[in-house]
């Protein structure tokens, strides 16, 4: 069985610092791994994704995670925070079919000016 | 703009009705995948469809049902609608059915509002 958790429902950072939201997956494999952002009244835009090659993986817009397969971890991150960053982030892990698709329950994230 | 569409934006109907949810796949992308994002559940995938023909079902339930046309529209039918079936439903295409190199495009999302 696949799931995937993040961490903080919530995170609040200020405008030039670095973010982190956290993501755990738990997987019986070897899973596909996905990070996408939801704007207000907007659909998900895809960030980046894991799928077995170089464990840690640049997005769009500054942001990157590391798959850490020991700590079934993959945080995103990005180095200064800007206020576009605004939105709903989840993480997604994904199996051998569509039907394994899990989202994770999304991190708010805001920026402080 | 990711150049999935999906009509209507917004959707207001009583318990018991039915209605129905179109998107229209990024041209040359032969997936479809259906969504629904509620407060209580989050976002939960319903179905897929690749080239006219159902390819993966998740939390869908009996009430619901959809299908991809020879144009490769796709049509979200939900019926006997329920309090709780007001949600936001999304749908996403791929240019392929599964594997290391898809990634899904979403639309914009249908906001539907059962009173």
């Known amino acids: 069985a696949q799931s995937v958790t993040q961490l903080d429902s919530h995170v609040s950072v200020s405008e030039g610092t670095p973010v982190l939201l956290r993501c755990n997956y738990s997987s019986s494999y070897s899973p596909s791994l996905f990070w996408y952002v939801q704007h207000p009244n907007k659909g998900l835009q895809l960030l980046l994704k894991?799928?077995?090659?170089?464990?840690l993986v640049k997005g769009i817009n500054g942001f990157e995670a590391e798959f850490k397969k020991s700590e079934t971890s993959f945080h995103l991150t990005k180095p200064s925070a800007h206020m576009s960053d605004a939105a709903e982030y989840f993480c997604?892990?994904?199996?051998?079919?569509?039907?394994?698709?899990?989202f994770g329950s999304g991190t708010r994230l805001s920026i402080r000016p | 703009d990711s150049g999935v569409t999906q009509t209507p934006k917004h959707l207001i109907t009583a318990t018991g009705q039915r209605v129905t949810l179109r998107c229209s796949p990024r041209?040359?992308?032969?997936?479809v995948y259906w969504y629904q994002q509620s407060l209580d559940q989050g976002l939960q995938f319903l179905i897929q469809y690749y080239n006219g023909e159902e390819r993966a079902k998740g939390n869908i339930l009996e009430r619901f049902s959809a299908q991809q046309f020879p144009d490769l529209h796709s049509e979200l039918n939900l019926s006997s609608l329920e309090l709780g079936d007001s949600a936001l439903y999304f749908c996403?295409?791929?240019?392929?059915?599964?594997?290391?190199?898809?990634?899904?495009?979403f639309g914009p999302g249908t906001r539907l509002l059962v009173l």
């Open positions: 894991y799928t077995s090659a170089a464990t």
């Open positions: 996403a295409s791929s240019s392929r059915t599964s594997g290391d190199q898809e990634t899904q495009y």
């Open positions: 041209s040359g992308d032969l997936s």
């Open positions: 997604v892990v994904r199996g051998s079919s569509a039907s394994k698709i899990i």
